[in-house]
Structure formats: C-alpha cells, structure tokens
C-alpha cells in the first residue's frame, strides 16, 4: 500500500489552523487566562460538533468538576457548596471574558479542606474500630450529599476508613491462624493487637497516598484539571494534555521513549524503580534492581548531582530522562542500604507491550497464525519505521513461511490510535478500494482508501473484538465486516467511538508565547464512517459471533460515557466484496451452535452476571462477622467458576522460525515472554472457537463469485 496517509492527520491541521486560528490574537500576561482564551477559541472553532458555551453548559461544568476533585465528598461542607453555587451559572460568562474566579475560590478552599483532611483521617486511625457494632457503609458516592460540619465529615471519613481497614484485619488474621496451624506452640496475637496493625497499615497507605499523590500537585497540576473538565463537556475524547501528559501521549502512540528505561514510583519522598523494561539500558547494565531508590542524580556535563528525595515524581524524571547517547549517573540505595553511583547511557527504549506479536497455532494437522496487536501505534516523525501496519505486514510473511491456512488477527482491548495506519493495515487484506470515509462539519465526505492492489493475506480471516476494542480497532472490523472479508467474533457490540481527533499544539497559537508551555489539545474534528454509510458511533460493530465475555453485562462502552455525539449515517462509498466468496453464513451458523452448545461459554456468561451484581452492591457491612460470612458466600459462589481458569483447549502454539532465531542471540527475556503468552493462549477460549472457523472456512469451498458492486 501506498503511505500516502500517514501526514493526514499533520496536513488537517495545518489546514484547520491556517484557515481558522491565524485570523486571532492572544495576549494575556497570566498564563492560566491565557490558556483558557485559546482554549476556548479551539474549541467554539475548530470542534466538529461545537456546543453553546451558556448557563446550561456552566451548570454542567460546576456539577462535574466539583465530582471529579471531591468524588466521595469527603473534603467539602455543605456550606461550601452553598458559597460555590453562587458560580453555578456565570462560569460560562467567566470563560468568555478570560475570568477564572471559580477556579480560585474552588482550588483555595480544597487546599484548605485537604490539610483538615489530614488531621482528621489521623484522628479517626488514632482510636480503634469496634468490628461488633452492627453497621453498614454505602460505596455509591454519587447519591451521597454533602455533610453539614466537622463532626459529620469526620464521621465520614470514620466509615470510609473503618471499611478500607476491615480487610487489613481480614489478612492479618488469616495470617495468624494460619501460623497457629503449622505452628501448634505459635502464640497468636491478641485481637486488639492484630486492629491496631490493620489500622496502622491503613495509615501507612493513606499517608502515602496524600505524600506522593495530593501533596505533589501543584497549582498548574489542579487547573490542567479544570481546564480538562471544560474540554470534556464537548464530547468525551476531547481532552486536555498538560505538558507532561503531551510527551505521555506521544510515547503511547510512538510505543517508545528516550531514557534509561525504567518504570518509576514516588514512596514517601523517596523515588523508587518499580520495572525495569526488558533490554533497555537500566536493564542491559545488570546493575539496577527492582527497589532501588534513586537519591540524586548528575548528568555528563555537570559537576554537581541533583537531590531529588521529596523532589515531585515528573520533575524527578526530567532529570532521569533524557537524549539517546547521553550519560547520566544516578546514586541509588539499594535494599540492603548500600549506598552507590551507577553510570547509564541513555537510548531509545521500545515498550514492546505496545507492538503486535504473532503465534503459530497447530490443531490435529491444521497449522493457523494469531497476530495480538495492543494498539494501533504510530511514530509520525518515523512513520517509515514505526507504525502498526508495516508490523503486521511482517508478521504475515512470517506466519505464512509457517505454511498456515488461516489468520486470527485479535483486536480484543485495543483501544484504537493511528487513522492512517489502520486504512493501511486494512489493505493488507483487500486488493484495492475503500476503508473508511470521514467527515468534518459542513464539509463533503472524504473517502479514504486503499489503492495497493497487493496483497499480504488472501487465506481467512478472523478478527477478534471485545466491547473495549474502539476507533481504529471499530474502523478495521468495520470495513472487513462490510468487504465479507473476515468473520468477526466478539460481543454484542465494540466500544462504540466513531469520531476522529487531532491533537493540536496549543504553542502554535501564539505568535510571541513568553508563557512557557500551555500544552496541547486532543479535539474530535471528525465523524468517521463505515463504507457502507453506517455510523460505529455509540452503535459499535456488531459482531458476526457474539460470544459472552467478562463485559458483557458492564457498562463500559461510548454510549455510556457523558456527553457523547449522537449516531448519524452517511451515503455509502463505492466498494466491491470480497470476490473469493466462501460460504460465509453457514460457517457462522456452525460457529453460533457450536457456541449454544459450549458449557465453558455459558459458565463465562454466567459469571459475567454474578461479576454485574456484585459490582451493583453498595451496601456492605462494618460487623466483621457478617463481612466475613458474605466473603465467605462470595468464595463459596465463586468456586463454581473454578472450571474458567482451569480450562485448557487441544491447540498447540509456537514461535516463528524467525523469532526462534532470535531467541539464540536475545539480549532480553523474549523466549520467556512468549512462552508465558502461548501459555495464555492455550487457555484462550475465544481464541479456541476463531480456530475452529478458520478451519470450517478452511474445509469450505471457495466460491467465485461476480459480486455487484454496492454504490453510494
């Protein structure tokens, strides 16, 4: 295929920028005014579905920002509501004249609950819990009200508290009966003895907890927060990314970064490594572990190192971080406490979580190929060298030098990414033709397409989806579904998200920006729809298979977030069907019978239920002898699930010829890695029954077909 896609997303937003946001100036000498001015303007400008910024958008705002700083209200008086009401309707005169009154007065008043806070949920751990008092606690937040004094919210946090402790003691005295059973002369602690612990260990969390997370926001951290709440009214996949969670953005999409590849954590003042990510530099050195703390750091051309303990974790990372070649030295402490200086290169690290793999599938004498792709990744400043369809590519030709005769391609929890490189990937399996059409406001449709007319796999096709599969993942589906190309094979339906975002660098707005970095805006400027005029959005794909799995009863689809864009369809594009027809609804028949009939299946769908209504109880009690008869009824049901994680299929996986060589000269854990998926595999029903279509398509005879050409 041709990458004449892969600036698309580059060259729209030139364009939306040179027609719309040049005409405009922005000065304002304080930099959170001056965000919420460009913000605004971007959003009333260039959304594709703008709304009215009035009092019923102010009164939306006001209820959900002061939800999403104060969830389970245990910091705000009703008082303060009272006093924050008085905003309810003006925010949205606030936003228009660059005014951030409510911002100030809100986040002033949350730093002064949050330090009440801290005496308070040490008060309440400072007393014992009486687990005999026959008491309830409601974990649904949302219909709670705000308490009307110190008492009240101290009583609050008490049952708060008192739950999140109940399981503490819960383990604590497990862990002494059970030292009491293999020790008969074990000498238990006394009940008294095991509460203070569970209760202490609760402090301990809590206190981390406010340390590294509340403590280290900063005022710039609270506004990206309200400033984020605004964008979100417009539709959920608008969002604001801070600086911070720009270059975030970046490496999820890119799946690799600049560093010395380590995973890091704040713990009370001290930043600790957490993982070491498999053949990057931390790991290549043999000299990092797991658990060292980092004390201070120096880079090659300083004299000096940095303390960072107490240092903010993103600031921390600054440091830490840093260009491919460089060197920087890090004192660490390790568990033992020594104390040393270890010197590390940085390079480019590849997250190789984010990247497809592939698997060879053998069944009796039947070999098939499975390709897991976690995204649809891309690096627009590499888009040669990195983007999910040129792997996939790969991975092709490596599963057919196997000699398999069907492909699974799973796209289970793939979240979507990349539009230009899912309408490359597609056409790796079509000759030539449409993928997805797209529209922005006002203006006609455009086809994107397909004009390759190679192909990498012309044998079967099955595309696996569950209800977290979304965008780029519908947009393939989709368009296979539409071709005849593929079975799909999932749950009722995928997320449901049919609109197109691009981010846009808020930087560029300015022309003399003396700020500093207002970061940048991930905005929906288009709808995306199937070939044949549908609309995914909200609907998703439904699938040709739908097999129960653990989300089929939870609500975790578009349709279910707020604010969402409304269902529409368009005319179809002009596409062919697949030519080499194979009787595709009688092997979907065999695969619906087969899955009325499958007793694993219905055991899924079971516990998919009883997961739904524990999920729906928010009542649970604070009487440790009734919590734990409903652990152990819980336990008791549970047990007739057993059968799921016990179950193992008749299929058999192996690497490639060209990953086994790597294994011989692998610099990583890869052989381990992959060996640990193919254990998962051989354990994946869903994965069970796709081989079972590939082999039924398999067995059937292809058909030629002259198939009409569908017109829009």
Request: charged letters at 30%.
């Amino acid at each position: 295929m041709r990458r004449n896609y892969k600036v698309l997303l580059l060259s729209l937003l030139l364009a939306f920028a040179s027609c719309s946001f040049t005409t405009k100036k922005f000065s304002n000498p304080d930099k959170d005014k001056l965000l919420i001015q460009v913000i605004t303007f971007v959003l009333e400008q260039g959304h594709f579905d703008p709304i009215l910024i009035d009092d019923a958008f102010s009164a939306e705002l006001f209820k959900d920002y002061l939800e999403i700083i104060d969830p389970v209200k245990r910091y705000f008086y009703e008082s303060d509501f009272k006093e924050f009401e008085k905003y309810k309707l003006t925010i949205d005169n606030q936003l228009k004249a660059t005014d951030i009154t409510f911002f100030n007065v809100v986040h002033e008043r949350m730093l002064k609950r949050i330090e009440e806070a801290k005496v308070i949920y040490k008060e309440v751990l400072s007393e014992p819990f009486d687990y005999s008092v026959d008491e309830t606690f409601n974990t649904d937040y949302e219909n709670s009200s705000f308490t009307k004094n110190r008492k009240e919210l101290k009583e609050r946090w008490r049952q708060q508290l008192k739950f999140s402790t109940l399981s503490n003691y819960d383990d604590l005295l497990a862990q002494e009966e059970l030292a009491k059973k293999n020790d008969p002369s074990y000498v238990m602690k006394s009940e008294a003895e095991i509460e203070k612990e569970a209760r202490e260990s609760t402090l301990k969390s809590i206190d981390v907890y406010f340390n590294d997370n509340i403590d280290d926001l900063e005022r710039e951290d609270w506004f990206a927060i309200y400033v984020n709440t605004i964008v979100e009214e417009f539709d959920p996949h608008t969002y604001y990314l801070a600086p911070k969670n720009k270059e975030d953005f970046d490496q999820r999409m890119s799946g690799k970064l600049e560093g010395i590849g380590a995973r890091l954590q704040k713990r009370m003042d001290y930043i600790k490594i957490v993982e070491l990510i498999s053949g990057g530099p931390a790991w290549r050195s043999k000299e990092l572990e797991v658990e060292d703390i980092i004390l201070k750091v120096k880079q090659e051309d300083e004299a000096f190192p940095v303390n960072i303990v107490g240092m903010r974790i993103n600031d921390a990372i600054k440091y830490i971080k840093g260009p491919k070649g460089t060197k920087v030295t890090l004192t660490i402490k390790k568990v033992d406490g020594t104390i040393r200086d270890i010197t590390i290169t940085r390079d480019v690290v590849e997250l190789e979580e984010t990247y497809a793999k592939s698997s060879v599938v053998k069944k009796d004498n039947m070999i098939f190929g499975v390709i897991d792709l976690p995204s649809f990744y891309v690096d627009f400043k590499d888009y040669k060298n990195i983007n999910a369809a040129k792997d996939v590519k790969a991975e092709i030709e490596r599963l057919k030098a196997e000699g398999i005769q069907g492909l699974i391609l799973d796209l289970r929890n793939n979240g979507g990414g990349s539009l230009p490189t899912v309408v490359d990937m597609a056409g790796l399996f079509i000759k030539e033709g449409p993928i997805v059409q797209v529209r922005s406001t006002g203006e006609a449709k455009e086809v994107l397409r397909d004009k390759d007319k190679s192909i990498s796999w012309d044998g079967p096709l099955v595309i696996l989806v569950n209800e977290i599969s979304a965008s780029a993942s519908e947009i393939m589906a989709a368009a296979m579904q539409d071709y005849k190309r593929a079975i799909i094979i999932g749950g009722k339906q995928t997320y449901g998200k049919g609109t197109v975002q691009n981010v846009i660098n808020l930087n560029t707005m300015l022309r003399n920006n003396t700020s500093g970095d207002l970061g940048a805006l991930a905005l929906t400027t288009q709808k995306y729809y199937r070939i044949n005029g549908g609309s995914v959005q909200l609907e998703g794909v439904k699938s040709d298979v739908n097999v129960p799995g653990r989300f089929s009863f939870i609500e975790v689809g578009e349709k279910d977030k707020e604010n969402p864009l409304p269902w529409d369809e368009i005319d179809a594009a002009d596409y062919t069907p697949w030519e080499n027809y194979f009787d595709y609804e009688a092997t979907i028949k065999k695969s619906k019978e087969r899955i009325n009939h499958n007793q694993q299946l219905k055991l899924v769908e079971e516990n998919a239920k009883w997961v739904k209504s524990k999920i729906d109880e928010t009542v649970v009690s604070l009487n440790y002898k009734k919590y734990k008869a409903e652990l152990k009824l819980n336990e008791e049901e549970a047990k007739r699930f057993d059968a799921l994680t016990n179950y193992k299929t008749n299929l058999t996986f192996y690497s490639t010829k060209y990953e086994k060589e790597l294994f011989t000269k692998d610099t990583t854990d890869l052989k381990e890695k992959r060996e640990r998926w193919h254990e998962s595999l051989s354990h994946d029903i869903y994965i069970e029954e796709a081989v079972h279509v590939l082999e039924d398509l398999k067995t059937a005879s292809p058909i030629k077909k002259v198939v009409a050409t569908t017109k829009g």
